[in-house]
């Protein structure tokens, strides 16, 4: 009786009760869809904090990287400075020990100087020395090293002197050879740095090749018996050899000179103007 009533009423009210279940199983299918998407957002809020830390993270480590760099920059620069200090230090000492180091050539009082600057030309080459009138140095001195002549002092500063070099074209100087004693006058014509020319020779002279110049007690500035170079071309002209001298000393690895004392004798000089021609006032020049 009472299965048949809740079949009755089963059947009488079968629309509500549906009705009823739908309901409901909307409600469940409502509440899954909504722990989903709360899941969903949850993840994706998480996921979207994780991005912005991490940016944020990778921006902070960005700016920390770049000072660092530039720090690390700055301890290498310091630290080249001073390699290039000490190097620089070690190079000049080696140079200095190795002008001195030659037991044949007395340095007692010579200068030692350092070239620390040179003008290039094809014709007027100069060189620039750190010593100057507070070490004594006073134009006219000679500029020289263990191998051969440099040049001349033309000019003084306090803490600096410009030197005019075998390699100029006003300069000119007495020399003579070690062998035959023949004399002549060196010039440099332009041209190669380690070649030279000496002129007035004579072709009666016994010259030969790979004979030693030196300077003579001609020079008005030179000490003599400095050598200048040696013969590597000897050719006869009409009356006088066309010759050509490799230079004693290597101008392209010049580093370190020596500066003789002054070899200033006014009587002599006053001699010389006296005796040669007014109207051949070059003719002194050569001697110097």
């Not at 969903?40 to 960005?62: D, F, V, W």
């Not at 190795?98 to 007692?108: G, I, K, N």
Request: aromatic fraction near 6%; glycine fraction near 6%.
């Amino acid at each position: 009786m009472i299965v048949q009533k809740f079949f009755s009423f089963l059947l009488k009210h079968n629309a509500y009760l549906l009705l009823l279940l739908y309901c409901g199983i909307a409600l469940l299918l409502i509440r899954f869809e909504q722990d989903d998407m709360l899941s969903k957002i949850r993840s994706g809020g998480t996921e979207l904090q994780a991005s912005i830390n991490e940016k944020i993270s990778s921006y902070g480590y960005l700016l920390n990287l770049r000072g660092e760099n530039e720090r690390l920059l700055k301890i290498n620069a310091e630290m080249l400075s001073r390699t290039l200090r000490s190097e620089t230090a070690l190079r000049n000492e080696k140079a200095r020990r190795a002008l001195l180091a030659d037991s044949t050539f007395d340095t007692s009082g010579y200068i030692i100087a350092r070239v620390i600057d040179r003008k290039f030309s094809s014709r007027e080459n100069m060189l620039l020395i750190d010593a100057g009138k507070d070490r004594g140095i006073r134009p006219d001195m000679t500029v020289l090293t263990p191998h051969g002549l440099v040049g001349r002092v033309v000019f003084v500063s306090r803490h600096y002197a410009g030197v005019m070099p075998v390699i100029h074209s006003d300069f000119k100087v007495s020399v003579m050879s070690d062998r035959s004693s023949a004399l002549g006058i060196l010039s440099w014509n332009g041209g190669a740095e380690h070649l030279a020319q000496i002129e007035h020779i004579p072709i009666s002279s016994p010259l030969k090749k790979g004979e030693l110049m030196l300077t003579t007690d001609f020079s008005t500035f030179a000490p003599s018996g400095i050598p200048v170079g040696r013969i590597v071309r000897i050719k006869p002209d009409k009356l006088f050899y066309d010759i050509t001298v490799r230079l004693a000393v290597d101008f392209s690895t010049l580093t370190h000179v020596l500066v003789a004392p002054a070899k200033k004798d006014p009587e002599k000089i006053e001699m010389l103007e006296s005796v040669l021609p007014q109207d051949k006032p070059a003719i002194i020049n050569p001697v110097n």
